[in-house]
C-alpha cells in the first residue's frame, strides 16, 4: 500500500548548520498483535524564518549579521519522523536516499521520506521531526541527543555535529494519509555563541580554541528528550562539561577573528571565571577573565562576547628549552661521576642525539599536545642515560 503526505515545516531559531549525516535503520514495533505492515512515499517541504541576525556560512544554512537573515539547505539534508500512536512509538520514518530537493534558493527543501512499521488504529497519532537524522539516540525507553564537547569548524563557521533541531510534537486525531498535509515548526536546542578574539598573530595557522565556561556551568553533554511533547530535560546528565573545544583546521588568523560554537543554555554570572585557549602550529594564545557582567545563554538564542589582549606563548620554543636545560644539567652531572671518560663520552653523545631528534619532532609537531609528549619522553630518556652510568657506591 503505497500513500503520500505533505508536512510544511518551519524553522524559527537563530542558528544552524550541518551537512550530510548518517542513515539510521526504521524502528518498529510489534505489540503481538495483527497489525498491516504499509509502506508510504511521501514529501514534505521545509522552510525556515530567522527573526534574528546570526552568522554567515556556507553549509546547510546561511545565518547572516543583518537585518534580513535567510536559511540555505543543502540537498545532503536528511531528517527523521517519530510517529508515536496513543504515546507510543510506532516507527521512526526517515528521508529517502537522494531525496532532498531544493528551491527558493534553497531557502527551502522538499524531503521524501519513506515510511514503514505497523499500521495501528489509534485515538492520537504524535509526530516530531529531528534535525539532522542522526541526532537521536534511543536507550530503553530514553531518548537523547547531546551537544558534543568538541565541535569541527567549516570555513570558521557552525560545527557541522553540534546543531541540534526538534520540531514542535504535532498531534491529530488520524494517521498521516494520501493528500494530508501537516505543519512543523522546528526548533533548535542550545545557545549560538558569537566569539570574537582580537590580538591573534595574522597568518598564524590556528588548529583549536577552547573556551572554559564558570566552574559547575556544563555547556556541553547528552540531554534527555521527550519526543510526544518535545521537552528537554536533565540536560548533561551524561558526558556533562564546562569546555568546548573547536577544531579549526588551521585556518590562518586575520588578527579580528570570529567563531561560532552551540552550546547548551545557562547564565554565567558576573564576576565569573571564563578562560580561552587559542593554539596554532607554534603557539598557545591564552586569557583568563573575570565577567564583567552577567551572559544569559537563552535556548535558541544568540550570545556575543569575545577577548582580546591575550597572552602568547611559544610554546615549541619553551618545549626545546626544557629538554635543552636538562640535557645541560645531565651532562653536567655525568661529569663528575667516577667512570670511565668512554661512559662519559658515549652517555653524553647518546644525550645529544636524543635532542637532536626531539628538536627535529617538536618543530614538526602541529599540536601543544604532540609537542609535550616530544618534551617529556625526550627529558625521561635523558636520565634514563644518566642513571645507566651512576655509580652504585
Known amino acids: 500500500m503505497k500513500r503520500s503526505f505533505g508536512i510544511l515545516a518551519s524553522a524559527i531559531a537563530t542558528v544552524v548548520m550541518l551537512g550530510a549525516c548518517q542513515k539510521e535503520q526504521v524502528n518498529s514495533q510489534d505489540n503481538g498483535s495483527e497489525q498491516k505492515v504499509t509502506e508510504l512515499f511521501g514529501t514534505f517541504t521545509v522552510k525556515a524564518d530567522y527573526t534574528e541576525p546570526v552568522a554567515e556560512a556556507s553549509t546547510k544554512t546561511a545565518l547572516v549579521d543583518?537585518?534580513?537573515?535567510?536559511?540555505?539547505w543543502l540537498p545532503t539534508d536528511k531528517i527523521n519522523m517519530w510517529e508515536f500512536v496513543d504515546g507510543t512509538e510506532n516507527a521512526c520514518f526517515q528521508t529517502a536516499q537522494d531525496g532532498t530537493h531544493l528551491s527558493d534558493g534553497d531557502k527551502s527543501a522538499t524531503f521524501d521520506i519513506t515510511l514503514g512499521g505497523t499500521d495501528p488504529e489509534g485515538s492520537t497519532y504524535c509526530y516530531t521531526a529531528i534535525y539532522p537524522e542522526s541526532a537521536l539516540t534511543k536507550n530503553g525507553e530514553i531518548?537523547?541527543?547531546?551537544?558534543?564537547?568538541?565541535?569541527?569548524?567549516?570555513?570558521?563557521?557552525?560545527?557541522?555535529?553540534?546543531?541540534?533541531?526538534?520540531?514542535?510534537?504535532?498531534?491529530?486525531?488520524?494517521?498521516?494519509?494520501?493528500?494530508?498535509?501537516?505543519?512543523?515548526?522546528?526548533?533548535?536546542t542550545g545557545t549560538a555563541v558569537k566569539l570574537t578574539l582580537k590580538g591573534i598573530t595574522a597568518g598564524d595557522l590556528i588548529s583549536s580554541v577552547k573556551i572554559t565556561a564558570p566552574e559547575g556551568q556544563k555547556i556541553a553533554g547528552r540531554c534527555k528528550i521527550d519526543l510526544t511533547t518535545g521537552e528537554v530535560s536533565d540536560k548533561a546528565y551524561e558526558n556533562g562539561t564546562n569546555e568546548i573545544t573547536l577544531n579549526c583546521g588551521n585556518i590562518a588568523a586575520t588578527g579580528d577573528d570570529v567563531f561560532y560554537f552551540r552550546c547548551l543554555d545557562g547564565t554565567w554570572a558576573s564576576g565569573s571565571i571564563v578562560s580561552i585557549e587559542v593554539e596554532t602550529g607554534v603557539a598557545l594564545y591564552t586569557k583568563t577573565v573575570s565577567l564583567p557582567k552577567e551572559y544569559v545563554f537563552a535556548d535558541g538564542g544568540l550570545t556575543k562576547f569575545g577577548f582580546q589582549g591575550m597572552t602568547k606563548k611559544y610554546y615549541k620554543a619553551e618545549a626545546i628549552a626544557d629538554v635543552d636545560k636538562v640535557a645541560y644539567d645531565a651532562k653536567s652531572e655525568i661529569d663528575g661521576f667516577v667512570v670511565s671518560?668512554?661512559?662519559?663520552?658515549?652517555?653524553?653523545?647518546?644525550?645529544?642525539?636524543?635532542?637532536?631528534i626531539a628538536k627535529e619532532e617538536i618543530n614538526n609537531s602541529t599540536t601543544i599536545a604532540e609537542v609535550n609528549t616530544v618534551r617529556d619522553n625526550t627529558i625521561a630518556k635523558i636520565k634514563t642515560e644518566v642513571e645507566k652510568i651512576r655509580p652504585t657506591s
Open 66 to 72: 543583518g537585518d534580513n537573515p535567510y536559511v540555505k
Open 143 to 188: 531518548y537523547s541527543f547531546e551537544i558534543p564537547a568538541t565541535q569541527t569548524l567549516v570555513d570558521g563557521n557552525f560545527a557541522a555535529n553540534a546543531d541540534i533541531l526538534i520540531g514542535k510534537p504535532v498531534v491529530q486525531n488520524t494517521r498521516i494519509s494520501g493528500g494530508s498535509s501537516v505543519s512543523v515548526q522546528f526548533k533548535r
Open 341 to 356: 671518560d668512554q661512559d662519559k663520552d658515549k652517555a653524553k653523545g647518546e644525550i645529544d642525539n636524543a635532542v637532536y
